[in-house]
């Protein structure tokens, strides 16, 4: 007859076996993520993988977080003020102010001819940057759209019959730089006045 004792070190045995085997069979090029279930390490507990940079689980945190997975750290008086903060009725005010100042912007533009947005509602950086929005003339002849048009297709807010999201091509690079650095320009005048 087998004492308790030693059924109980035998068992315990077997637990550090299992263990030690884990432990094992986590070589460096075993990738920690499992696209059905996430992380195989730790099955990132708290949000948080126990995984390397390069996404394999690190030796001797996988019993580690499984049995004892980190608590989520607590958010400082200053987070958690941040967090709170809303804005102002001031701030509301003219936030209402500039978009009703960017709509009649936008009118005007259209009066003039320099502007034919392709999303509904219609783009504010190309007002903003350039006084004007070429996005649907260069979406018709299959040209690139800013980025704000582009995000526009992707939230289903296109206007052109016959184009699809997925088709939508964002401006180039050198042409975001120039963009961009159009509406800085832009704002920085309006700063000055």
Do not use: H
Not at 62 to 79: K, M
Request: proline letters at 7%; charged letters at 20%; glycine letters at 10%.
């Amino acid at each position: 007859m087998v004492s308790p004792r030693k059924s109980l070190a035998v068992a315990a045995m077997g637990a550090c076996l299992v263990a030690f085997t884990a432990l094992g069979s986590a070589s460096p090029g075993d990738k920690a993520v499992n696209q059905d279930s996430g992380c195989r390490c730790c099955n990132g507990a708290d949000g948080a993988c126990c995984s390397d940079a390069n996404g394999r689980p690190a030796r001797g945190t996988i019993l580690l977080a499984r049995a004892n997975p980190a608590p989520a750290p607590e958010a400082t008086s200053q987070q958690k003020t941040k967090k709170q903060a809303k804005a102002g009725k001031a701030a509301l005010a003219k936030g209402v102010a500039t978009r009703k100042a960017l709509l009649d912007q936008v009118s005007a533009l259209m009066d003039d001819g320099v502007a034919d947005c392709c999303i509904d509602p219609g783009c504010a950086l190309c007002p903003i940057a350039a006084d004007g929005c070429p996005c649907a003339g260069s979406l018709a002849k299959g040209g690139p759209v800013c980025p704000e048009c582009w995000g526009g297709w992707q939230a289903g807010q296109g206007m052109l019959p016959d184009v699809k999201p997925e088709k939508v091509q964002v401006l180039p690079k050198d042409q975001l730089k120039k963009l961009y650095a159009m509406k800085a320009e832009k704002l920085e005048q309006a700063r000055k006045k």
